[in-house]
């Protein structure tokens, strides 16, 4: 079954300092990897996939997240932490469903926190 | 954003009593599907639809019921609530597998409280 994990319920980091949201992943096969957001009493939107090629995955608001097969993992990065992500972090994995649909198994989430 | 609306937002309600979320989309996307948020759980899927009148179970489909009519629109009821079922509902679209690569559009999701 594909899952994905996400270690930490918490991150915090100081305004400025790089942040790191870590995830893992256990699929067969080659991963359709994705991370969303979500700010509070909203839905979850979505920042970047990995699909193929270039490990290193830009996304929107200057996040970017970092494919390694060998660490199974899809850790989301950004170089300098703003107030305004502090939100709730989703990883997830795309498994094709009957019929053609894409499920999304999702990780139990990280809270970020950025403090000034 | 992605033309999402559910309705209604916010619902408490009694046990036993039935319930229907409604999604309404204006993207004309084949897939529609609900999933539950709650703590601990991060999202699941509850069921899922990839045409009009074509729908499946997901991973956590018992005591809920779906149904599709039209391409705009995705019900989720539930036919006797329980406290279980208190939890934020939200439903998704995508194109499919031959459009995209497996990015889903969420509403702004349904909080309900079964009492």
């Known amino acids: 079954a594909q899952s994905v994990a996400q270690p930490e319920d918490q991150v915090n980091v100081a305004e400025g300092n790089p942040l790191t949201v870590k995830c893992t992943y256990s699929v067969s096969g080659n991963p359709y990897l994705f991370w969303y957001v979500q700010y509070p009493n909203r839905g979850l939107q979505f920042l970047l996939k990995y699909i193929t090629g270039d490990n290193l995955v830009k996304g929107s608001y200057g996040f970017e997240a970092e494919f390694n097969k060998s660490q199974t993992s899809f850790h989301l990065k950004k170089p300098s932490a703003l107030v305004s992500d502090s939100a709730l972090y989703f990883c997830a994995v795309r498994y094709i469903l009957t019929g053609g649909g894409n499920k999304l198994t999702f990780g139990t989430g990280t809270q970020l926190k950025v403090e000034l | 954003d992605a033309g999402i609306t559910q309705s209604p937002r916010h619902k408490v309600t009694e046990t036993g009593t039935p319930v229907t979320l409604r999604c309404h989309q204006t993207?004309?996307?084949?897939?529609m599907y609900w999933y539950r948020q709650d703590p601990g759980h991060g999202l699941r899927l509850i069921h899922y639809?990839?045409?009009?009148?074509?729908?499946d179970k997901g991973e956590v489909s018992d005591g809920y019921s779906v149904s599709r009519s039209k391409t705009e629109d995705f019900l989720l009821t539930l036919e006797s609530a329980t406290s279980s079922q208190t939890s934020v509902y939200f439903c998704a679209i995508s194109e499919g597998t031959s459009g995209n690569t497996g990015e889903l559009f969420f509403g702004e999701g349904s909080r309900l409280t079964v009492l």
């Open positions: 639809s990839y045409g009009v009148k074509d729908t």
């Open positions: 993207e004309n996307h084949r897939y």
